[in-house]
């Protein structure tokens, strides 16, 4: 725990100081004077549809598993920005499923369900958009083996359970409980045509609203970026965030951004501007749906 901690930091302390190094304080003022609110508007208005998506597809696989409500789902969303900021992302996906109520483990087999979908679908764009390697199509190839042979996966925790039955049987037992729960949750929105369908589009909407962002921005502060080059920003923000274990992914999204678009001051303020408008501000207004929820019930 103490060694992961210890790498997170000094992939902050690395991402920063790159970033740092790359910015021209004249280049930086011209760049935020010359802003065009009308593209930093519409890039608001992105980032809001793609959480309005993000909610939806959680909504939709959850109703299948339990009663919920949309804004009960929405304000777990918000929520999950909020923790996020102090928690590493898996934490803070994991930490936000208790605000939505019901059964735990089957309302996080329906965020992982929507989440896995999404990772999927990052991974076969990103063979497209750096080249097809052996180690890609293999990743590519596992990952669509888990979610359509997701029996395996049982098979081989059920496996490790009884091994840990003859050692502690009580702790196998209440592991077993959690994994069937989970895996029926899955399976059930796996088998599901309508489900599947509408989670895979919408977690393709996901991706498509936050590579627009990245060029809606680009063009607020007068550097053009391309349908490709976004691509990349987004598939490297997302991997270096991922690996960093950086709360919020601080740092390692902007890093990134800035080596997916070329080192300069405008790309760095485009990296700091988009995981503003597309997380940061969340954040803030994530902490106050928290609080009111954990208010209200306390």
């Known amino acids: 725990m103490k060694?992961?901690?210890?790498?997170s930091v000094l992939a902050l302390l690395f991402s920063v100081g790159y970033i740092a190094h790359t910015i021209e304080v004249e280049e930086l003022g011209e760049a935020i004077s010359t802003a065009d609110p009308r593209f930093l508007l519409l890039a608001f208005g992105m980032a809001f549809s793609a959480i309005l998506v993000s909610t939806l597809r959680w909504y939709i696989v959850l109703r299948k598993l339990q009663k919920t409500s949309f804004r009960k789902t929405f304000t777990a969303i918000l929520s999950?920005?909020?923790?996020?900021?102090f928690l590493p992302p898996s934490v803070?996906?994991?930490?936000?499923?208790?605000?939505v109520g019901g059964d735990y483990f089957k309302a996080l087999s329906a965020l992982a369900f929507g989440i896995f979908l999404e990772v999927l679908i990052i991974a076969g764009i990103s063979l497209l958009v750096f080249g097809a390697t052996k180690w890609g199509i293999f990743l590519l190839?596992?990952?669509?083996?888990i979610l359509f042979y997701d029996k395996g996966a049982y098979a081989l925790?059920?496996?490790?359970?009884?091994?840990?039955?003859?050692l502690?049987?009580?702790?196998?037992?209440?592991?077993?409980?959690?994994?069937?729960?989970?895996?029926?949750?899955?399976r059930s929105s796996r088998k599901d045509p309508t489900t599947f369908t509408l989670s895979l589009l919408l977690s393709v909407l996901a991706v498509l609203l936050q590579v627009a962002g990245i060029i809606a921005v680009g063009r607020a502060f007068g550097l053009p970026v391309g349908l490709l080059d976004a691509f990349k920003a987004f598939i490297l923000s997302t991997l270096f965030a991922s690996l960093s274990g950086i709360p919020s992914g601080i740092g390692a999204n902007e890093?990134?951004?800035?080596?997916a678009l070329g080192s300069s001051t405008k790309s760095t303020v485009v990296a700091f501007t988009y995981k503003f408008i597309y997380q940061y501000l969340w954040s803030l207004v994530g902490a106050v749906e928290f609080y009111r929820v954990v208010g209200g019930r306390s």
């Open 3 to 7: 060694k992961r901690t210890l790498l």
């Open 80 to 85: 999950g920005f909020y923790m996020m900021a």
């Open 92 to 99: 803070g996906h994991v930490a936000k499923v208790k605000l």
């Open 141 to 145: 190839g596992i990952l669509s083996l």
């Open 157 to 166: 925790l059920n496996g490790g359970i009884a091994v840990i039955q003859r």
């Open 168 to 186: 502690s049987p009580k702790l196998a037992e209440r592991l077993g409980n959690y994994l069937e729960r989970t895996y029926s949750g899955w």
């Open 255 to 259: 890093l990134g951004i800035t080596l």
